[in-house]
């Protein structure tokens, strides 16, 4: 078998598609999502820090009340609470996850990908998988990400040790401050480094998917045949399509005003009337075989047979069954036809001298 050094032809790609295999990164959507979420805290934060402060308040309050009255406001609260920012949370990271999928992948509905297969219990191609190549580079992407994120963990820890130390001695409210400008720059750095890793992921899931469908030559030749089909069975059925759309073969050889022929290749008939075809028509056309029992067919019913391998080569390529002949042929074909004519005129001529 020859090697698959061919990239994937449209339909190996649209087919793969169908299958669910295509190349999208998990890093990417995550880095989007952090994204999101920061805007969405940036927008809603002040408004979440009110209603907390007054949860808050509530509570305090709620010690006063009996425990159902008491229970009962705290709970419309949480309820309200949640309502507004876990659902919103929620719908937000819904769309978001939708949208930077469909921007990697498109539209794509792969029903072949939920279908059970025994294919994915097989123990052998599991652990093939294990060490294949992909994974070995999930691996090394999993502890890169640990190192970096570590890293970029203990950079802002440090740059803010001396602050954080002096917290007990300030109220509580700077120590929230202190925390939300500390999350702020870590989501920042988180955000940063899923772009540039996403970036790296993507790349990657695009190559190896693109490996996965490479194509040999024996590959390529037959998806074409699948495509095309045998061109002789393809032939052949144009051929026969061709008699019973226009009628009998015979029957229009008969009709024929002549056949120009390419000695053994090319047979095509040529009608022409004055009162019923304004031009020459073709309306048989035959290669090989076919050609060699159109002149047969011809010959048995005195219609004049003209050998000229140029016209014939160019009504055979360039002329369609039906079809009337092009203006570049006027010549040649009338030179043709006046020859055809004056030839059956000799014959009609010749028997009504025997008569």
Excluded at 141 to 169: A, C, G, H, M, N
Excluded at 187 to 207: E, K, M, T
Excluded at 295 to 319: C, D, S
Aim: charged share 20%; glycine share 6%.
């Amino acid at each position: 078998m020859s090697e698959k050094t061919e990239k994937p032809t449209p339909k190996k790609i649209r087919d793969a598609r169908k299958k669910g295999q295509v190349a999208k990164s998990v890093e990417v959507t995550s880095g989007v999502q952090l994204a999101v979420i920061l805007g969405y805290f940036t927008f809603e934060g002040p408004a979440l820090w009110r209603i907390l402060v007054q949860l808050q308040e509530l509570a305090i309050n709620a010690t006063n009340q009996t425990l159902s009255i008491g229970l009962g406001q705290l709970m419309e609260a949480v309820g309200s609470l949640a309502l507004r920012f876990v659902s919103g949370i929620a719908a937000v990271m819904i769309t978001t996850t939708a949208f930077s999928i469909l921007v990697q992948i498109g539209p794509l509905l792969a029903t072949e990908a939920l279908k059970p297969s025994a294919k994915k219990l097989n123990v052998m191609s599991n652990l093939k998988n294990i060490f294949s190549a992909k994974n070995l580079f999930e691996f090394v992407k999993s502890v890169l990400k640990v190192s970096l994120l570590s890293l970029i963990f203990f950079y802002l820890l440090r740059q803010y040790s001396s602050t954080i130390q002096f917290l007990p001695l300030y109220p509580v409210i700077n120590g929230l401050e202190v925390a939300m400008r500390l999350l702020f720059w870590m989501f920042l750095s988180l955000i940063g480094f899923y772009v540039v890793i996403g970036i790296a992921d993507l790349a990657f899931q695009r190559h190896d998917n693109t490996k996965k469908m490479m194509m040999s030559m024996d590959d390529i030749k037959q998806e074409h045949k699948n495509l095309e089909g045998n061109s002789e069975i393809k032939q052949k059925r144009k051929e026969v399509h061709r008699e019973i759309q226009s009628g009998s073969l015979a029957a229009n050889v008969k009709k024929s005003t002549a056949v120009v022929r390419n000695p053994t290749h090319i047979a095509v008939c040529l009608y022409y009337h004055p009162d019923k075809s304004p031009l020459p028509q073709v309306i048989e056309m035959g290669r090989d075989k076919r050609a060699l029992h159109i002149v047969q067919l011809a010959e048995k019913a005195g219609v004049p047979v003209v050998e000229n391998i140029l016209v014939a080569r160019a009504l055979a390529n360039g002329t369609p069954v039906g079809g009337y002949i092009p203006a570049e042929l006027f010549e040649p074909v009338a030179h043709i036809l006046r020859l055809a004519m004056k030839l059956d005129y000799d014959d009609d001529d010749s028997e009504e001298d025997e008569n």
